[in-house]
């Protein structure tokens, strides 16, 4: 992104502020991160959950999976270290995920002793299944293949039954700032619209609080084509970005490479076929039937995501049999038991014409998960005082260049619990708002009309594979957007903060994307296609005050 094309949004612009109140603790967003934060505060703060739409809009309530954590006694803490650690190719910061690890099985039992349901095996114990990169059976999983329904079903109970009080159909739009007494920046709030069922605005307010954390959530919406549902825009990490804090290695977007693919003109939130069914042997084909997977990775189909999300771009740009957008999962040996085993599969496969017990289901990868974020730590700690970020929308260094299988809604759990937990014990102190984002003079609104655009651009150049003739021709497309926008006066509502967001995000995926030129995790660049020792690095992004982006740590 250029110096010579207009800045982003500086904030986001919004009608005047008509209410404000006060409170200890807001948190934004009510997917697992946030849910399970405000649950653990709760008993001695006040605390409010800002939820842009209902409860279970998150990527959360989607996930399949479940959640990874040593309960097996032949598995070791050590053996899912060390899994992570390769998953991550280079990346992770060790001390992060050895702290996740230890606490994933306690975190499992905490969401059992709220009542959350996982599945049992035979012999009554939790089963456990397997994903890709994992060298033990350590995911628990619900209702065969509706553990993130569970997950949410459980948090939101718990939350609501504590007292926690809820705002939804409210959109956090930006941080308040102000100076503590050392003369720090600190949080003194946040600004938010309270908006009708159709995204309308109703009123805008201020919500002073002691801490604010973030958990928004990661931003598979800026691709076309994303495992994530509809509110999963990056909202949560463009408002830390015009905050003025770092983003932190944005470029590693994970791509699900099973995402059910419903012909070429599929726009939007698709279908996920989980790696559970790989992990129950399920074999990756092209049109031709050649196995795909076969001589690339010891570990065949189930060798990490970004080398399966890679090799099937590879296989599909080859065009066996003249297909070029999807390859074919096999999942037929498991017969009808695939029904049961994966309900909400079957449904989703049912409603394109395909039966899993007996045809292939046509896959090609899809954006699915955000490795990079808010730089944090795992106590969702981040640069400013009174600003914590968990789940998603962080980066504590667990997941490094590309996460491994079912780390995160542990992640979610284990971050917002610890968040939660460490504002109930200590608050910062209360500041007065000296900067409100309304009082910058910043670019205006993106119209919601070039969503399309953004998105096909980022998914046909910034997608597996990248090379620097593609970011540019993605920068371009983004450019003219931006240039639109500075030309247009766009009405303040959900959908153009939305836009505003995703085009904010995208470019900082491009501008991180751009700067790597290497291949390494989940970023594959076909101009350096090998890993680089130079760049064992980690990229940060800022806006500047003038909202132009800068990339260091090269
Ligand atoms: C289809 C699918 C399958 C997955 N399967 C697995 C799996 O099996 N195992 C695993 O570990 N992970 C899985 N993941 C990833 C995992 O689900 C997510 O990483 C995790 O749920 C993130 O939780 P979160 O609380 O950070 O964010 P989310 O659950 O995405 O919640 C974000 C919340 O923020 C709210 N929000 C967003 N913007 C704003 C705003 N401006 N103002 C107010 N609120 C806002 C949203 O409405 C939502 O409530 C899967 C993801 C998907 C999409």
Request: hydrophobic fraction near 45%; proline fraction near 4%; aromatic fraction near 4%.
């Amino acid at each position: 992104m250029t110096e010579n094309q207009p800045p982003l949004a500086r904030q986001l612009q919004a009608p005047p502020v008509s209410w404000t109140r006060d409170i200890d603790v807001v948190v934004l967003g009510s997917g697992a991160a946030g849910l399970s934060a405000a649950l653990a505060v709760r008993p001695v703060r006040s605390v409010v959950v800002v939820t842009k739409d209902v409860l279970s809009a998150g990527s959360t309530a989607w996930a399949q999976g479940g959640l990874a954590g040593v309960l097996h006694p032949e598995d070791s803490l050590e053996d899912h270290i060390r899994d992570t650690i390769i998953a991550g190719a280079g990346l992770c910061d060790e001390q992060a995920v050895r702290e996740l690890v230890e606490a994933a099985p306690t975190s499992i039992r905490y969401l059992m002793r709220l009542g959350a349901a996982f599945d049992p095996d035979d012999g009554g114990d939790v089963a456990l299944t397997r994903e890709g990169g994992h060298s033990h059976q350590r995911i628990v999983h619900s209702g065969g293949d509706r553990s993130g329904a569970e997950v949410q079903r459980t948090l939101d109970e718990s939350a609501v039954g504590a007292g926690v009080e809820v705002m939804d159909h409210a959109f956090a739009l930006d941080l308040l700032l102000g100076r503590g007494r050392d003369g720090q920046r600190q949080v003194a709030g946040v600004r938010i619209a309270q908006l009708d069922a159709q995204g309308t605005v109703i009123s805008i307010g201020v919500i002073t609080a002691r801490a604010v954390v973030v958990a928004c959530g990661g931003f598979g919406q800026i691709f076309a084509s994303t495992s994530n549902p509809p509110a999963v825009t990056g909202d949560g990490v463009a408002l830390a970005l015009r905050a003025g804090l770092p983003l932190t290695d944005v470029e590693f977007v994970q791509f699900h490479p099973t995402v059910m693919f419903t012909g070429p003109e599929a726009r939007g939130q698709q279908h996920l076929v989980s790696e559970a069914v790989r992990g129950e042997g399920a074999i990756l084909f092209d049109a031709a039937g050649e196995r795909v997977m076969a001589g690339i990775h010891p570990l065949e189909d189930l060798a990490p995501r970004d080398v399966v999300a890679a090799a099937i771009t590879q296989r599909m740009a080859a065009g066996a049999n003249g297909v070029f957008d999807h390859v074919y999962l096999d999942a037929t040996h498991m017969g009808e038991h695939f029904y049961d085993r994966f309900p909400s599969i079957t449904a989703a496969c049912r409603e394109i014409g395909v039966d899993p017990a007996r045809d292939r289901i046509p896959v090609a990868p899809a954006s699915h998960y955000a490795c990079g974020g808010i730089r944090a730590r795992l106590d969702g700690t981040t640069a400013l005082r009174g600003l914590y970020a968990a789940g998603e929308v962080s980066r504590t260094g667990v997941h490094g260049a590309n996460r491994l299988a079912s780390n995160s809604l542990t992640e979610s759990v284990v971050t917002g619990t610890r968040c939660g937990r460490d504002l109930a014990w200590e608050l910062p102190e209360r500041v007065e708002v000296l900067f409100d984002a309304a009082g910058v003079a910043s670019a205006g609104l993106v119209d919601p009309a070039a969503i399309p655009q953004i998105r096909t651009a980022m998914s046909r150049h910034v997608g597996v594979l990248r090379d620097q003739r593609s970011l540019e021709q993605a920068a371009a497309v983004l450019s003219e957007v931006l240039h639109q926008s500075s030309r247009e006066q766009v009405r303040a509502d959900r959908e153009s903060w939305e836009a505003t967001n995703l085009l904010t995000v995208a470019s900082a995926v491009v501008t991180a994307a751009a700067a790597r030129t290497e291949s390494r995790g989940c970023h594959r660049r076909t101009d350096f296609p090998d890993p680089a020792e130079a760049w064992v690095t980690h990229l940060d992004v800022r806006m500047d005050a003038q909202g132009h982006l800068r990339v260091t740590g090269a």
